[in-house]
Structure formats: C-alpha cells, structure tokens
C-alpha cells in the first residue's frame, strides 16, 4: 500500500502543478484556451491508455525509446511555450495571435506532460503483485486503496490549486512562477535525456543506437554526473515545483485575510466576506495536500524503504551420507525459519521451513525466488513477506513453484526429520552468486 501512496505521489506531482498553471493562464489569456487544453487533454488521455496496454505487452526497450521520444518533444514544446510568454503574453485577458499561438504550445506541452506520467499510473492496478492471489483479494485491495488514496489526493491538489490560480490578480507574477517551473521540469527532462546516452550496459547500447546516440563517459565527463543527480534527487525537483506553485495561493490567503474593496450595502459586506473565505479556504487545501504529499515522498517513502533484517539462521546437523537434517520439533510452531550452509566457494545459500497451517505439511524452499532473487523472506505477525516486492506470500504455496513464492526445494520427512540433501542445497549457490 505505502509502495504505490509513494509511487503515484511521485509521478502525478511532478506533472499536476504545470498542468495546473498552463490551463488557468490558458483560460485568462484566450477565449477558447478552455477547449484548446481540454483537447490536448483528451487526446494525451486516450494516447496514455494505448500506451499504458503496450507498456505492459511489449519489452522495457520500446517504452524507453518512446520515453525519450517525449522528453525531446516536452524541452521543445516547453522552450517555444516560454518565449510566446516572454514575447506575446505580457497583458492579461488579451485575444491576440500570440495569445491564441501560446495557447496551442501549452496545450501541446500539456498533452505531453501528461502522455509520460499517465500510462504508468494508470497501469500499476494491473500489475499489483499479490503473490498469485489475483484481483479478488485482500492483498490486491490494498494495494489499490494505496493508488487510489494518491490520485484522490492530486484530484483535490489540481483542483483547488486551479480555483486558486484563476483568482490570482497578478498575472505578470503567474508568468514568472511558470516560466522557472517549466525551466526547473526542463533540467529535469534534461538528465532523463542523457541516461541512455552514457549507459554502459551492452544490451541498452545495441538496442538504443539505432535511435539514439550512446556515448562513453570519457566522451562527456559532465554527462554522467550530472544525469545520475537528476535521477536521484527526483524529490528535488518536485518540492521546487510544488514550492513555487504554492506561492500562489500563499499570497491568495494572505490577500484575503482582510476585505479590500468598496460596499454599499450589508449585502455586497457579505459577498466580500464569503469571497474571502472562499479564497482562504481554497488555499488552505492546497497547502495541505501540498504537506500530505511531502509526507508521503518523505516519511511514508522512508517507512516503505526501511531495510528488513532477516532473522538470524539456526542449527541443524549433517548426516556422513550427506542429508541435512532438521528436528519436526524445532520447526511446527508455525513461524517461518530460516537455515545457511556456506559452500566451498564461501557462497551462503539460504533456505527456510514454515509449518502450513491446519495441516502436518511444512513449505521448503529457497530463500530467495525467480522474480525478486536472493533478497529473502521475513515474518510480520503471521505473513510472510517478500522483502524486496513487500508481496504477502500464501503460506499454502511454500514449497510450490509460480509467482514471488520461494524457489522449491526437495525435503522429505523421516523419524521426527526434515530431510534435505545436501547436495541440492549445493546445486542452488548460483541463486546466492
């Protein structure tokens, strides 16, 4: 749950602020700006749903391509959409061809911005991985109450955020704030741009050089650093982004804490009253959706990461014929346990046992599966959890192979034993490499 909180936190609120302020500016500066965004919306909204289909049916290559594709389109777009504001849209309200061309550009820009973050969210209710337990399930409703609490939360985000925007009575200001945002955005598509330019793995480069240039870092020296910042301080970019977006309706409460304007009567009083509170309330919400949302690439982010440490393994002895063996007694109370055999390559496989409950029958297997490798199993409550993909494991699945489940391992049980060879312990090193 607090995966996807995180995840959709992070790809929505990296868009929502500029698509935010590119529509509002849309519709104070051109009569149709309304209809010129919410068609580049539409659009962007049907590409992002083909797109979502093929990013989960075809390989990781394609998608990246077409991410860069974007990327390049979206610094374009962004750069033409900054010097119509600089040049053309410096009244407010005016129905001008640069206001119109402006227009145009934003509504290109936002179709982009949308087209790279959207297919993603919309895809991840189809790849919850709920250890095989399929849609109807706990472990999927969870996951998607997560998604869903994020996008709700963006919802609220864009629409007090526009409300508040469209109230803002400093239009040369409102230019300013977007202009660095797009500029802030720009760096960002900027480092994305590079990453498969300096890759170094071989399969990215014969994949990608027939569309894209790959360099060495020798070539560019300042390629590489700089790209590796941007990928990982994508928070960064964010928190400047929504920090200078939220300026706007900081100065909206500020401005309305007390009444400006004439009355001539208790009612129109009472208008700029209600005016106020409207303006202050809309900019509270957005504060604190703005809070939440850093809460969630914060703290919720540093509780999900948290690093799970693996219970310590425990004794067992080896047979001269080569079986390892394990009491029933030390192993039937239900919880997961967990043993390690270093080999002579001091490689340590990991394997562990789990009693099935309601039944005499125990799931044996490695510690470490086909999708998330050799990062192991841990005990919460009664679950047992991936620790890489925090998937719930069906204790009745142990010991079967499909999906996160551990990797099967050949056990028997004999006279009160758990009866491993030793040898298939060995065969298994390479899952530990």
Known sequence: MLKYIVTVTEDAMIAAPLLVLIYALSVLTCKKGRVIQWTG????????????????TTNKILTTQWNQVIFYLTILSSALYIILMLLFLRKPMTETKGAYLGTVIGAILSALLLFYELPDILAYPFKFDTGGEGIISVAWLVRFLGWAFALILVAVYIRFLYRSTLSFQHPALLRLILIVTLLINDVRCFGQVLRPWITNAKWFRQQTHRMFPVYSKKEFPWAFPFA????????????????????????????????????????????????????????????????IA????????????KVVELSPPEEYTISEDGIIRIAVDEVNDGHLHR???????????????VKKPGTAAFGVGLDACDVCGNAGYYERGEQIICKRCDVVMNINTIGFKGGCNPIPLE????????LIPLDRIIAAEKEFK
């Open 339 to 353: 043993f390690e055999y270093v080999t002579e390559n001091n490689i340590a496989v990991r394997w562990i046992i």
């Open 228 to 291: 590796s910042f941007v990928h990982n301080n994508t928070q960064m970019f964010i928190f400047l982004i929504a920090g200078l977006a939220l300026l706007i309706p900081v100065i909206l409460f500020i401005e309305n804490i007390r009444i400006h304007g004439k009355w001539n009567n208790p009612a129109q009083l009472r208008r700029l009253k209600a005016d106020n509170r409207h303006h202050r309330r809309w900019a509270c919400i957005v504060a604190v959706c703005t809070i």
């Open 411 to 418: 056990s028997t049980i004999e006279n009160g034993y758990v």
């Open 41 to 56: 919306l539409l659009v962007s909204i049907l590409a992002s749903i083909a797109m979502a289909i093929v990013k989960n």
């Open 294 to 305: 850093a809460i969630n690439l914060t703290v919720l982010r540093a509780i999900d990461n």
